[in-house]
C-alpha cells in the first residue's frame, strides 16, 4: 500500500469520526455489567450488537460463542497470505457502576463534556475495542481488504476473571494461532503522550469469610463471651501488612526482581508530578511501602488492598450487636515473577494461622492472573512504536502497568505469542469508579494509530 | 388491703391472661423502629396506641409529650397520699428487624410457638413494659384504685440512647419525684428463675470514618500509591484490643473495681452450663479477656466490640478498587466505676494516633450511658425480692447486668433514686437479633409479681 492510499484511510477515519462515536454511543448504553447475574440478558445483546458491528465493517467470518458465562465474539479476516497475522482482543462487560449517586450523568448514557466522553465502559473497555473495530472498518470500506490477515477476539468475563475465555483459547489454538496480540486495555502515562506496556501486574483476588455466633447477638448480653467476628477479621487484616506498607505473607517477596538501572532511568524521566498526582487522587498524603517512589510502586512492586469489607449493622445511627459473621474482599497485585497460585496458597495459610480463637474463617478463591513481561525489541512492538509516534506526533515511553490483563500470559502460554499493550486510556479516566470517562482525542486519533499499525505489520 | 383481696387481683390477672395478650399483639404490630428515620410515622402511632391503653385502665392522667425526636408517654395514679410514689419506666422503640431473611416468622406479627411469643419488641420491651400496665389494670379494675402512688414514664429512643427522655427527666424533677424507680428491661438469668440486677454495664457508642481518596480507585492503576482507608480502619481497630481481648486504650481499666469475695461467690453458685451456653450460641469456643470465667465477664468486666463495619465493594463477585472511605461502628461496655466521657475522649485520641498515614478519620460520638450500681438492701429491693420470690416460687439471684440502661443512671442523679431491674426476660431471647421472643409463663406471672410489688410497697 503507498502513503498516497494510506492517507486516504486516514482520511476516511476523520471523516467519519461523529458516525463512529455515534455507533460506540449505543454500544456504551447496553449495561453489560458481567459480575452481575440480574445483567445476563444485557450481556447478550451486548455480544450481538457486535456480532452485528463485525457484520456491518465486512468481516466474511464472525462468531457467538455461548460459554457456561458470558458469549465470546470472534471475527477473522484471512486473505492476505504471507502477511502476518495479529490477534485484537478487547472485552465488552464494564465494572459495576455502583455507587450511583456519585454519577454526575447517568452511567450508562453517554454524555460529553469538554472532549471527554462520560460512561461506564467508555475507556474500559468498549471505547477502546472499539478503536480498532473502525480502523479495520476504514480499510474494508476504502480497499475492501485489510492490510494483514486480523482475528477479533472478544470477551464478556474480564472484569471477572475471564475463567471461560481462558478454556476456549485453550480449546481453540489453531484457530487463535497468530504472530503477535494486539490488547487496548492500558493507560497513556499521560495525556498525549504515546505509551507502551513494558509490564503487568498480576492479580490475586480472595474473599474471606469470618464466622461468629449462629446469629447477631446483643452486645450487652453477650460482649465478652464471645470472639467478635468483624474484630477478628480486622485483626487478620492488620496482620496483612506492616506499618510502613510491606506484605508480610511469607515469601511473598520471594520471587519479586530490583528494577534495571534502564528501567529505573525510564521511569525517573517520565514527566511526572507528584504533588499534582496527590491533589488528583485528593489524598493527604501518597503512601506505598517504604523506599521506592509513587511510579515505581504502581508500576513495578506488589501491593496488597481491601477491596470490600462488611458486617453487622451499617445502617442509619447505632445498633448493638455483636455481628454473626464478617466477609472481606481482598486482593493482590503481584509482579514479575511472582506465581499467583504460590501467593493465594500461602495467604491462605497465613489468614488461617492469624486467625483469633473463638471464630472460623473459610477463604473462597476469586481470580488469579500471571503478572507478564513485554519483549520490546519485537517486530509488533517496534510497529507500534512507529504506528503511535506517527498519529500521536512525540516519542513513545515504554512503562510497567499496575492493572492486571490476564489473558496477555494466556495468549503467551497457549499460543506462543506476545502481546502490544497499546492502550489510549490516561489515568484519572475513573476506571472502575463513578464518571469513568474517555478522551475523544485518544478515541480519534487511536484509530489512525491503529490503522497504521495493521498497515505497518504489513511490510514484514 | 387483705390477703383475700390480694387473692382477687391475682385471680383477675389469671382469667384475664388471653385478653392481655391479644391487647399486648396490636402493640407489637407497630414496627416503631426508633433508629430509622422512615417509621416516624410509626413511633407516634405507639405512643398514641399506649396514652389510650393507659385511658382505658382507668389512669386518671395521661400525657403524650412532643420531643425533638419520638414522643415519651407519661401516666399518674397519686390518690394514696402518705403510700410511697414509683416511676415505671419502659420504652416502646425497637431495634431494627435486618436481616429479615433470617427471622422465621413476620418480626413485625406476633406468632406463638411452644409457649413462646416471637416478634420484634416482645422481650425488649413492649413485653415487659405492659406487665405493669396490666398489673395496674388489675387493681384499677378488682378494687378503683392503687396501693401506692404510680408514674408511668414510657419512651421511643431507648435504642438510640435516650437524648430527649434525659432532657425531659432535666425538666420535669417536680413531675417524676418518687421514692422508687422499677424497670423491667433486664433478664431472669435462667428461666423461672427469678432474678434482680445489682448493676448494670455502661455503654460508650461512636462510628469512626476513614477517608481516603476522592473516589474509588482502580486498584491496579493505583494499588501501592494511596493508604487504602478499609486496610487503615481494620488496623487501627487491630490495635484496640490485644489477642487476649484485653483492650488496649490508655486508662481503659483504671477503675474498674475488682469483684468482692461475695459477689464471686454469687456468681459461682448460679446454674450455668458453660458448654450448654457455647452449644446456643453456635460458637467453637467461648472466647473473653483472659482470666475471668464468661459470667464474670458479662456481669463486671468492660467490652469493646464493633457492632458494624463497612466499606468498598460488598456486592456479588469481585471489584478490584480501592475503597474511597471505610466505616465502622464501636462500641464498648463500661462497669462501675468507669466514666463513660472520659473512655470516650480517650478513644478518640487513641484512635487518631493509631490511624496510619495517608488518610484521615473522624470520630463521630453517637451516646454514652454510665454504668450502674443497686443497692441490694433498700425497701424496694426487698419488697421486689419478695414479690418475685412469691410469683416464682423460688429464691431470687441477684446478678450484674452486661447491657446498658443509661435512663437508670439518669433516675440517680436526677431524681435521686435507685431503680428495681425487675427483669423477666431469658438470655436466649434474640434480644436484638432476628426471631426475638418472649416467654409467656413469664409474661402471666410477671403481670403477678407485678402487682405484688406495689402490694408489697404499700405496706411501708
Chains 1, 2 share one sequence.
Not at 43 to 61: D, H, K, S, T, W
Not at 219 to 236: D, E, H, I, K, Y
Not at 245 to 255: M, S, T
Not at 305 to 331: C, F, M, R
Request: glycine fraction near 8%; charge should be negative.
Amino acid at each position: 500500500m503507498n502513503d498516497a492510499f494510506m492517507d486516504q484511510v486516514l482520511s476516511f477515519i476523520r471523516a467519519n469520526r461523529q458516525r463512529f462515536l455515534d455507533e460506540l454511543f449505543t454500544l456504551l448504553r447496553i449495561p453489560s455489567v458481567s459480575t452481575k447475574s440480574e445483567h445476563q440478558e444485557d450481556m447478550q445483546r451486548c455480544a450481538q450488537l457486535l456480532v452485528e458491528e463485525f457484520q456491518n465493517i465486512g468481516m466474511p467470518v464472525v462468531e457467538l460463542h455461548q460459554t457456561p458465562g458470558h458469549p465470546i465474539v470472534y471475527g477473522e479476516w484471512l486473505q492476505a497470505p504471507g502477511k502476518p497475522t495479529v490477534l485484537i482482543y478487547g472485552h465488552y462487560d464494564v465494572q459495576p457502576p455502583e455507587p450511583l449517586e456519585e454519577w454526575h450523568s447517568p452511567p450508562f448514557e453517554p454524555t460529553i463534556k469538554n472532549d471527554e466522553l462520560f460512561c461506564r465502559g467508555s475507556a474500559d473497555n468498549k471505547g477502546q475495542l472499539f478503536i480498532h473495530v473502525k480502523a479495520a472498518e476504514a480499510f474494508l470500506k476504502q480497499r475492501g481488504r485489510l492490510p494483514i490477515n486480523v482475528k477479533f477476539l472478544i470477551e464478556g468475563e474480564e472484569e471477572v476473571g475471564g475463567e471461560h475465555l481462558e478454556q476456549f483459547i485453550v480449546e481453540n489454538k489453531q484457530k487463535l494461532q497468530c504472530d503477535a496480540a494486539l490488547v487496548s486495555d492500558s493507560h497513556m502515562f499521560a495525556k498525549n503522550l504515546p505509551t507502551l506496556v513494558s509490564s503487568l501486574r498480576g492479580i490475586v483476588y480472595l474473599q474471606v469469610d469470618v464466622q461468629g455466633p449462629r446469629q447477631d447477638l446483643h452486645s450487652g448480653c453477650f460482649g465478652g463471651a464471645v470472639q467478635n467476628p468483624a474484630n477478628a477479621l480486622a485483626t487478620v487484616i492488620a496482620k496483612l501488612k506492616d506499618d510502613s506498607g510491606r506484605v508480610l505473607i511469607p515469601g511473598f517477596y520471594d520471587n519479586v526482581r530490583e528494577l534495571s538501572a534502564t528501567e529505573k532511568s525510564m521511569l525517573a524521566s517520565l514527566p511526572f508530578d507528584e504533588e499534582e498526582y496527590r491533589k488528583e487522587l485528593g489524598v493527604k498524603a501518597l503512601f506505598g511501602e517504604s523506599g521506592f517512589g509513587v511510579l515505581t510502586h504502581v508500576a513495578a512492586r506488589p501491593t496488597l488492598d481491601v477491596n470490600g469489607i462488611l458486617s453487622g449493622y451499617t445502617g442509619e445511627g447505632a445498633k448493638t450487636i455483636i455481628p454473626a459473621k464478617a466477609t472481606a474482599k481482598i486482593s493482590m497485585r503481584l509482579v514479575p515473577h511472582q506465581d499467583p497460585e504460590e501467593i493465594m496458597a500461602a495467604t491462605e495459610r497465613f489468614i488461617q494461622q492469624q486467625l483469633p480463637p473463638g471464630v472460623a474463617a473459610t477463604v473462597r478463591r476469586f481470580h488469579a492472573g500471571k503478572p507478564y513481561m513485554a519483549p520490546l525489541d519485537s517486530v509488533a512492538m517496534q510497529t507500534a512504536t512507529k504506528a503511535l509516534r506517527q498519529a500521536f506526533a512525540k516519542e513513545v515511553v515504554y512503562l510497567g502497568e499496575g492493572g492486571s490483563i490476564p489473558v496477555v500470559q494466556s495468549f503467551k502460554e497457549q499460543l506462543g505469542v506476545d502481546t502490544v499493550l497499546m492502550g489510549f486510556g490516561v489515568p484519572d479516566e475513573n476506571l472502575h469508579s463513578p464518571n469513568e470517562k474517555f478522551n475523544l482525542g485518544h478515541f480519534y486519533k487511536g484509530i489512525e494509530a491503529s490503522a497504521l499499525f495493521l498497515e505497518g505489520m504489513a511490510q514484514h
